[in-house]
RNA sequence: CGGGGUGUAGCACAGUUGGUAGCGCGCUACGUUCGGGACGUAGAGGUCGGAUGUUCGAGUCAUCUCACCCCGACCA
């Protein structure tokens, strides 16, 4: 039933949806573009949160919470910021409702008119940096380094489930630095700890990059990036970090004294993730049975499903079932018994793997009299039947594999849709079927665009590690430095 | 905001020239089943996205509107 479903070939948008649906991860709700997360998918997102909050207090970060609305004033001090965002805002102008006259429901107060409309966060470079304004005097007020844990709303013309809502959660870490240089590292280590996560943790690889100047966070003065390939061989941009440069100090007036008592401008950074993450994961490692999570994303590692006929047998298996769970849990595997009586075994196998966890273990009358269980690995799809003795450093074993596995083969797909490229007539015809592309570039927005309009490919970024090499632009066969990465996105 | 498509039971859909609202899955009860998405029998479930119009009569025709999906523009 799912095989008829989750269909690649036919459409791989409808598939995409059908997955997140059919593997109970989310939905659309009643408001335009927004989101539903549900339970199994929110479960997801917390094992990546908690990831990801080690890793930036690990690297000296602390959580803060600012507030939801920005006074309309705030946007209108950065230019460029303005430029970037203000077309796509959510804009409260009202604060009461009141009976409708011919009291059929609600309407809009209009004596409740806001003096000054408030928007809905974007991002909150301009509220944060009205407070920073406040925290910073001297030099021994910094750096400071805060991350903040929110939703966030842009009203983008076209949503798409996980990877472009209208509403999102991400968190934005906002950071402020008395020198130039230590700005640049900070931005530098945080696209570090993004490509490691989505390395390590997703099982995702990434190529780490800077922006072209066209392709920049509005108010940056770089923006680094990380890149990841989806399974259609589209790029799919996984986190950002911004090295704002002194552009934010500047628009709302935030000075230090230095050590030698001069008054000077701070040096910023702010960088993000978001709930995009799971779609990126979903689109990364799917198959047609369904979600293939890495373990160490999975809320569940592993499913035990007993095999039985008639109630004594069933408290049989699910009693051997609960001494694997011990033996597990010792080990820090979280392990979830299925002893629903209601839907029969080769349902839940089929449930099971549509969720993606890891590992899943069967036991009937023939493993209990063996003292074995069958196992199933979602990554490979194999079974084997292995002795209960010893099963928890076996699986403990395993789900390292998986992990490794998953990275491996996404990088080895990668690797296989990655070439380098030197003719832009051939570069016309392999963008058709995806995948990405090394390109000399003339480093010119103009050729950049035109790029853009004839083949829809964009500069995903221009690697951090590319080896230097002269070249000619595919295009203008104008001299060019190093090759830099074309791909259709989402 | 332009082009295309779809809105009918929880889900996925059919519904002919306008004439009593349908199938499958799921759900409920009982029975038989149970090592890869079981089967039988009996049931419950709908102001056909919304509004207006045409008509004796609208799921069906017309106008408007809303939502969702796809392709553009825009964007993380």
Same mark, same amino acid.
């Given at each position: 039933?799912?095989?008829?479903?989750?269909?690649?070939?036919?459409? *791989?948008?409808?598939?995409?949806?059908?997955?997140?649906?059919?593997?109970?991860?989310?939905?659309?709700?009643?408001?335009?573009?927004?989101?539903?997360?549900?339970?199994?998918g929110?479960?997801?997102?917390?094992?990546?949160?908690?990831?990801?909050?080690k890793?930036?207090?690990?690297?000296?970060?602390?959580n803060?919470?600012?507030?939801?609305?920005?006074?309309?004033?705030?946007?209108?001090?950065?230019?460029?910021?303005?430029?970037?965002?203000?077309?796509?805002?959510?804009?409260?102008?009202?604060?009461?409702?009141?009976?409708?006259?011919?009291?059929?429901?609600?309407?809009?107060?209009?004596?409740?008119?806001?003096e000054?409309?408030?928007?809905?966060?974007?991002?909150?470079?301009?509220?944060?940096?009205?407070?920073?304004?406040?925290?910073?005097q001297?030099?021994?007020?910094?750096?400071?380094?805060?991350?903040?844990?929110?939703?966030?709303?842009?009203?983008?013309?076209?949503?798409?489930?996980f990877?472009?809502?209208?509403?999102?959660l991400?968190?934005?870490?906002?950071?402020a630095?008395?020198?130039?240089?230590?700005?640049?590292?900070?931005?530098?280590?945080?696209?570090?700890? *993004?490509?490691?996560f989505?390395k390590?943790?997703?099982?995702?690889?990434?190529i780490?990059?800077?922006?072209?100047?066209?392709?920049?966070?509005?108010?940056?003065?770089?923006?680094?990036c990380?890149?990841?390939?989806?399974?259609?061989?589209?790029?799919?941009?996984?986190?950002?970090?911004?090295?704002?440069?002194?552009n934010?100090?500047?628009?709302?007036?935030?000075?230090y004294?230095?050590?030698?008592?001069?008054?000077?401008?701070?040096?910023?950074?702010?960088?993000?993730?978001?709930?995009?993450?799971?779609?990126?994961l979903?689109?990364a490692?799917?198959?047609?049975?369904?979600?293939?999570?890495?373990?160490?994303?999975?809320?569940?590692?592993?499913?035990?499903?007993?095999?039985?006929?008639?109630?004594?047998?069933?408290?049989?298996?699910?009693?051997?079932?609960?001494?694997?769970?011990?033996?597990?849990?010792?080990?820090?595997?979280?392990?979830?018994?299925?002893?629903?009586?209601?839907?029969?075994?080769?349902?839940?196998?089929?449930?099971h793997?549509?969720?993606?966890?890891?590992?899943?273990?069967?036991?009937?009358?023939?493993? *209990?009299?063996?003292?074995?269980?069958?196992?199933?690995?979602?990554?490979?799809?194999?079974?084997?039947?292995?002795?209960?003795?010893?099963?928890?450093?076996?699986?403990?074993k395993?789900?390292?594999?998986?992990?490794?596995?998953?990275?491996?083969?996404?990088?080895?797909?990668?690797?296989?849709?990655?070439?380098?490229?030197?003719?832009?007539?051939?570069?016309?015809?392999?963008?058709?079927?995806?995948?990405f592309?090394?390109?000399?570039?003339?480093?010119?927005?103009?050729?950049?665009?035109k790029?853009?309009?004839?083949?829809?490919?964009?500069?995903?970024?221009?690697?951090?590690?590319?080896?230097?090499?002269?070249?000619?632009?595919?295009?203008?066969?104008?001299?060019?430095?190093?090759?830099?990465?074309?791909?259709?996105?989402?």
């Amino acid at each position: 039933m799912a095989k008829e479903v989750i269909n690649r070939e036919e459409n *791989y948008s409808q598939w995409y949806n059908n997955l997140v649906v059919k593997a109970d991860l989310a939905e659309n709700s009643a408001v335009r573009g927004c989101m539903v997360i549900k339970p199994y998918g929110y479960a997801i997102w917390e094992k990546i949160q908690a990831a990801l909050d080690k890793m930036f207090k690990d690297t000296g970060h602390v959580n803060a919470y600012f507030p939801l609305f920005i006074p309309k004033s705030f946007f209108s001090k950065e230019a460029s910021h303005v430029e970037g965002f203000a077309k796509e805002c959510a804009v409260v102008t009202h604060y009461r409702l009141k009976n409708s006259a011919d009291g059929t429901g609600v309407i809009v107060d209009p004596d409740a008119k806001l003096e000054e409309e408030l928007i809905v966060r974007p991002t909150s470079e301009t509220i944060i940096w009205n407070t920073y304004k406040n925290w910073i005097q001297s030099y021994r007020d910094l750096p400071i380094l805060c991350n903040q844990w929110a939703n966030v709303v842009r009203w983008e013309m076209r949503t798409r489930l996980f990877l472009r809502t209208t509403e999102f959660l991400w968190q934005e870490g906002h950071t402020a630095h008395a020198s130039k240089q230590e700005a640049i590292d900070e931005a530098e280590k945080m696209i570090n700890v *993004y490509a490691d996560f989505a390395k390590n943790y997703m099982g995702i690889p990434v190529i780490i990059g800077k922006k072209s100047e066209s392709e920049r966070f509005a108010g940056a003065v770089d923006t680094y990036c990380i890149e990841a390939m989806m399974q259609d061989g589209k790029a799919l941009q996984a986190g950002t970090s911004h090295f704002l440069g002194q552009n934010f100090a500047k628009a709302f007036d935030v000075k230090y004294t230095s050590k030698d008592g001069n008054l000077e401008y701070v040096w910023a950074t702010s960088w993000g993730v978001s709930t995009r993450l799971m779609g990126a994961l979903i689109m990364a490692h799917s198959d047609n049975n369904g979600l293939v999570l890495p373990p160490k994303l999975a809320p569940v590692h592993v499913v035990i499903v007993p095999i039985y006929k008639g109630d004594d047998e069933l408290k049989q298996m699910c009693e051997r079932a609960e001494q694997i769970k011990k033996l597990l849990a010792a080990k820090n595997i979280v392990v979830k018994i299925d002893d629903r009586d209601n839907v029969r075994s080769g349902f839940k196998f089929a449930e099971h793997e549509l969720k993606g966890i890891p590992v899943r273990l069967a036991i009937g009358p023939r493993d *209990y009299a063996n003292n074995t269980v069958e196992l199933a690995r979602r990554d490979t799809l194999e079974k084997c039947v292995v002795p209960v003795a010893g099963i928890d450093e076996y699986i403990s074993k395993l789900l390292d594999e998986i992990q490794n596995n998953i990275l491996a083969k996404a990088l080895k797909f990668r690797q296989q849709n990655t070439i380098k490229i030197d003719s832009y007539d051939e570069f016309k015809e392999k963008i058709e079927t995806g995948g990405f592309f090394l390109a000399h570039w003339d480093g010119t927005p103009e050729t950049e665009a035109k790029i853009k309009e004839e083949t829809k490919a964009t500069i995903r970024c221009i690697p951090l590690d590319a080896e230097v090499e002269e070249g000619k632009c595919m295009v203008t066969g104008k001299p060019s430095k190093q090759r830099v990465i074309f791909a259709r996105a989402y």
